[in-house]
């Protein structure tokens, strides 16, 4: 699951694979801002045909947040 998300951070944030870890914060080390991050969910939901709810949004600090909640999905 996580190098499916990292895979959609890296297309859709056009940065180095190499810093797309569990541990990387989506805004500070990845550089998403708040367009970046819905652009982001919208792939993530399209993909994996589920819906994530804003206060699940809110959440998402670390990529392994991401990795974590589509692991609770399945």
Request: overall charge negative.
């Amino acid at each position: 699951m996580f190098e499916d998300v990292k895979k959609i951070l890296v297309e859709q944030l056009h940065c180095d694979a190499s810093v797309v870890t569990p541990d990387a914060s989506i805004k500070e080390d990845l550089g998403a801002d708040s367009l970046d991050i819905l652009q982001l969910l919208m792939t993530i939901e399209e993909e994996h045909g589920i819906v994530i709810p804003d206060e699940e949004l809110a959440q998402f600090e670390k990529v392994q947040d991401i990795v974590d909640f589509l692991e609770k999905q399945k």
